[in-house]
């Protein structure tokens, strides 16, 4: 079997004697090796049509998920928390990851100055808000 002279598969079959088949039998043969390389065309076609949709499915979440934190960001203006959350919450959905987690850091004065602490407004909760099986919240008052 070729296509556009490039052999992509073979149909054989075998006789008691040599010479056995008529040529009905054997243009029966070529129909049928045809019709399987119109077959073959359709699956490499058709997964060409899925990687393409794919990548372009995955540009429009990116896209969205900008857009979503570029949204919070301008409604939250004195606040990056929101930010922070929406910004978490995109990287687990899209990576699909099983949590995720964006916070600050800040410079501890009163002991090292060169060492920096975490800041300490988060604590991982079990639930499922849709995102993932676990979600980071922040915890009340600003305390895990």
């Given at each position: 079997m070729?296509?556009?002279?490039?052999?992509?598969g073979a149909l054989a079959v075998t006789g008691r004697e040599p010479g056995s088949y008529s040529n009905r039998q054997i243009e029966l043969l070529k129909t049928f090796a045809d019709q399987a390389i119109i077959a073959i065309e359709n699956v490499r076609l058709f997964t060409e049509l899925q990687e393409k949709n794919r990548a372009l499915t995955e540009a429009l979440d990116q896209q969205t998920a900008t857009s979503e934190?570029?949204?919070?960001?301008?409604?939250?203006?004195?606040?990056?928390?929101?930010?922070?959350?929406?910004?978490?919450a995109s990287a687990r959905r899209l990576l699909d990851g099983f949590s995720s987690l964006a916070r600050?850091?800040?410079?501890?004065?009163?002991?090292?100055?060169?060492?920096?602490?975490?800041?300490r407004n988060w604590t991982?909760?079990?639930?499922?808000?849709?995102?993932g099986p676990r979600s980071c919240a922040r915890a009340p008052g600003g305390r895990p």
């Open positions: 070729t296509r556009g002279g490039e052999a992509v934190i570029l949204r919070v960001i301008s409604g939250s203006p004195t606040n990056v928390q929101p930010v922070f959350d929406t910004i978490a600050t850091i800040r410079e501890r004065t009163h002991r090292r100055p060169r060492r920096l602490q975490w800041a991982f909760t079990a639930g499922n808000d849709g995102a």
